[in-house]
């Protein structure tokens, strides 16, 4: 990313709303809250703290981020629109109360068109601090009226979305005995590792932070993977659950998996690798109809409050019935799994939109 990158160019291509520039002098943040589309209501997606390399890299970020929650949103069947907040900074140094609760100041002079939630390098007592100076906060605890953690959540759906894909690769949803890589032992990362030791998989896992790689390798049955390894080792199922753009024209040539299906956010670098892995042979289960378990989960309270628990991860089950969907409309159009999953997100936006103009004419009238 340069400084001659055209946000204007990039904002009018992707239809993008709003970019917002957070500058507090007193506190030392810098962050950006990018806002892509409302058609389905309020954009919502989590605030992530990073160190970025440049400016341009973390608007850039912040814009795949919130159109990526609005096909999302889409997809999973949640009334809302599509949102990012990122911090510029390194969550381990830099991240202060005092900065969250800055940014919580900005989240609440938008009124209601963005709210914020966890995300990586934040978690849930970061959170209460945003939630101190701002009521738009999704993700919260649940003595504040929150759902609590969503990692099991959202790793439950990788977990369903892998099965759904097995049965169409290998003609059986049962993961025992294959070859599982897992890139990335975080909040979600760990969950799916702690799911999948009790399916008899084979595992294999890596993260550039060692204690993570300690705490897996102790409690359960795993082999550790150099980080820049990981794309070519000999697997059934690669479960990307780190950071975006690891698909790309480096690491896809080296993929010697059967399926990628993983939480982490925009896996796809760019459209055209999208193709490249159709290219290869490889089923590519789409990022944001896998990993929609969290989202589901803790939006649910926001349309039926107060959470309840039951209810709530009774309707993480969906991710199923949308991962097949996606493999249905790949295999009936003739088109790549990322483009179905767009087309899936696409005609839920489309639909609301043109039900909302049928409502403003008919109040014209």
Partial sequence: MSENWRVFDYMRKYNYENLYICNDISTGLRAVIAIHDTTLGPAAGGCRMWTYSNEWEAIEDAL?????????????????????????????????????????????????????????????????????ETRFVITLPEYLGGAGPIAPATAIGVILGMKVAAKKFFGSENLGGLKIGVQGLGAVGSEVVKLLSSEDVELFVTDIDKDKVDYILKNYDAKY???????????????????????????????????VAGSANNQLKEEKDGYEIEKKGILYVPDYIINAGGTIYDTYRLFNPPHNHEKAMGKVYKVKDNVEMVLEIAEKEKIPTFLAADRLAERRIEEAAKAKNIRKRGALE
């Fill in 64 to 132: 795949r981020l919130a159109r990526g929650m609005t096909y999302k949103y889409a997809a999973a069947g949640v009334n809302l629109g599509g949102g990012k907040a990122v911090i510029i900074g390194d969550p381990k140094k830099d991240k202060t109360e005092a900065i969250l609760r800055a940014l919580g100041r900005f989240i609440d002079r938008l009124g209601g068109i963005y709210y914020t939630g966890e995300d990586v390098g934040t978690t849930l007592k970061d959170m209460e601090a945003i939630y101190a």
């Fill in 225 to 259: 993977v150099d980080p820049e390894e990981i794309y070519s080792i000999e697997m059934d199922i690669f479960c990307p659950c780190a950071l975006g753009g690891i698909l790309n024209s480096s690491t896809i040539p080296k993929l010697k998996c059967k399926i």
